[in-house]
């Protein structure tokens, strides 16, 4: 908070009413302009202060609380952190991204994010239709079974269909089985392609992947 202050020239002049009892005294409060003693203490990641704060002024149209900054999560910031290094052009629509699945870096413009339940496969989707489509861009979903839904995003080199194919297996209730069919759809295919593959072990998981997951 003192960095934002410093860096907008308000340095000393921002009043956070919410929390300003935890805080060194503002401009406007050593100058008497607001009365401190009326300003609360408001800290931590728990909304209900605010919430029963609403409550007592009778303000039911709030927008639903967060759980704080997504950039204090660890595995988000790992996943953002990647997106930096490798994509410093990215969109929202590739920001959003960042909060669906399992992400994996195939190499330094190709990425595959693992859906891991069914509400996460419609999210991703979702968000395949919102990205740019790049000439790699490409679905993955087991041919034969119910499983992950994966997209492969950005450039496509001719081995990360097939890795994709792999991180989906694991993914899957096919996960111990030697081998099993993938469907690839798009990445400028004009029909979908099968690719049969062993299921990617520990280890190559483990070396792809972005961030805990």
């Known amino acids: 908070m003192q960095l934002i202050e410093r860096e907008a020239g308000l340095e000393g002049l921002i009043v956070r009413p919410l929390s300003a009892a935890c805080l060194e005294p503002s401009l406007?409060?050593?100058?008497?302009?607001?009365?401190?003693?009326?300003?609360?203490?408001?800290?931590?990641?728990?909304?209900?202060?605010?919430?029963?704060?609403?409550?007592?002024?009778?303000?039911?149209?709030?927008?639903?609380?967060?759980?704080?900054?997504?950039?204090?999560?660890?595995?988000?910031?790992?996943?953002?952190?990647?997106?930096?290094a490798h994509q410093p052009d990215f969109t929202l629509h590739d920001a959003l991204l960042l909060k669906v699945g399992r992400h994996y870096r195939l190499g330094p413009a190709?990425?595959?994010?693992?859906?891991?339940?069914?509400?996460?496969?419609?999210?991703?989707?979702?968000?395949?239709?919102?990205?740019?489509?790049?000439?790699?861009?490409?679905?993955?979903?087991?041919?034969d079974m119910p499983g992950p839904l994966t997209l492969l995003r950005g450039a496509d080199g001719p081995e990360h269909p097939m890795i994709a194919a792999r991180l989906t297996a694991a993914h899957s209730k096919a996960r111990d089985l030697r081998e099993v069919r993938v469907l690839v759809k798009g990445g400028g295919?004009?029909?979908?392609?099968?690719?049969?593959?062993?299921?990617?072990?520990?280890?190559?998981?483990?070396?792809l992947r972005v961030g805990s997951q």
């Open 189 to 207: 295919r004009a029909e979908p392609q099968t690719l049969t593959v062993a299921p990617a072990d520990a280890d190559l998981i483990a070396s």
């Open 110 to 143: 190709t990425k595959a994010v693992v859906g891991r339940d069914e509400p996460e496969n419609q999210r991703l989707l979702a968000s395949a239709a919102g990205l740019a489509a790049g000439a790699g861009d490409a679905r993955l979903e087991l041919a």
């Open 28 to 84: 406007p409060e050593k100058q008497g302009w607001l009365d401190r003693s009326r300003l609360l203490a408001i800290r931590g990641r728990s909304r209900k202060p605010q919430i029963e704060l609403a409550r007592q002024y009778d303000l039911r149209d709030y927008p639903c609380p967060a759980g704080g900054c997504l950039l204090t999560d660890p595995e988000f910031a790992a996943r953002m952190r990647d997106l930096l």
